[in-house]
């Protein structure tokens, strides 16, 4: 009965929960890996889980980017009351991803979405040191990084690390390095083994890990059969306050290998 899935569910939740010591998990019923209607209805939980986390009064939101985060932002709703006001910005610098699914585009749509505001980080890739320096130095720059620090929220993605390097043209060294370390997972431009250990990161501007761990508000979404095994990894030592987004598939398999 539906009942009886419902309690399925919030049993699987309560377990992913203290598998992995985190405060919340919220499982959607489906595999996005196929299924994209599952992406549509993170937005919605996204969008409810930050109307219970988000307090009265200003908030920045800082998000990555990627292709969960892209469709999750298209499906928001309003999260801006007279008493709450959201400030949506990217939480790092490009990192050669398309445009629409880049942390920018991602605040932006979020920004629109919820009637909130967004500002962008014009920071492009592969530059010189001098040039990133001295973009470092840009007062318009400086500002955008000054609100990323004190974001109290950040929303970000978790994925597969080899998948992700390939997506965004890492070296052949590299890749190489990745699968010596055994890579499996990649957020916030950092790269994790299967025991959620750092083996790389990418040097880039903006929201580092050690910050996250102090941002009062995390959501991490995540879904895909596919994925289990980069959630979990990532997952294992990510923050304590960490609300995890994830469907069904996913939470199957990654209890399978708890
Ligand atoms: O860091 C994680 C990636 O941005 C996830 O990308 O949502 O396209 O799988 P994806």
């Avoid at 998000?63 to 949506?88: D, I, P, Q, S």
């Avoid at 001098?130 to 609100?147: A, F, G, K």
């Avoid at 997972?185 to 083994?193: H, L, M, N, R, V």
Wanted: with cysteine; proline share 2%; hydrophobic share 40%.
């Amino acid at each position: 009965t539906v009942m009886n899935q419902l309690l399925g569910m919030h049993q699987v939740e309560k377990e992913i929960s203290q598998y992995f010591g985190i405060k919340r998990c919220i499982v959607v019923a489906g595999n996005s890996d196929n299924q994209e209607k599952v992406l549509y209805e993170f937005g919605d939980i996204l969008t409810d889980s930050l109307d219970l986390l988000l307090p009265d009064g200003d908030n920045i939101v800082a998000v990555m980017g990627g292709t969960t985060m892209a469709l999750t932002a298209e499906h928001m709703g309003t999260l801006e009351t007279e008493k709450r006001h959201n400030l949506f910005v990217p939480a790092r610098g490009g990192i050669g991803e398309a445009m629409t699914v880049q942390a920018n585009s991602v605040s932006a749509v979020m920004a629109s979405k919820t009637g909130g505001h967004h500002r962008a980080l014009y920071v492009p890739e592969q530059l010189s040191l001098e040039t990133y320096n001295s973009l470092l130095q840009e007062p318009s720059i400086q500002e955008v990084l000054t609100l990323i620090e004190q974001s109290n929220c950040v929303v970000h993605s978790i994925g597969r690390a080899l998948h992700m390097a390939a997506r965004r043209k890492m070296s052949d060294d590299e890749m190489v390095m990745l699968k010596q370390n055994n890579a499996v997972a990649e957020s916030f431009g950092y790269f994790f083994d299967e025991e959620g250990e750092v083996v790389y990161k990418i040097p880039r501007i903006g929201l580092q890990l050690k910050d996250v761990q102090k941002i009062s508000n995390v959501v991490a979404i995540a879904g895909g059969k596919t994925k289990a095994k980069a959630i979990r990894a990532y997952m294992k030592n990510a923050p304590k306050q960490t609300w995890l987004i994830t469907d069904e598939a996913a939470a199957n398999e990654i209890l399978k290998g708890a």
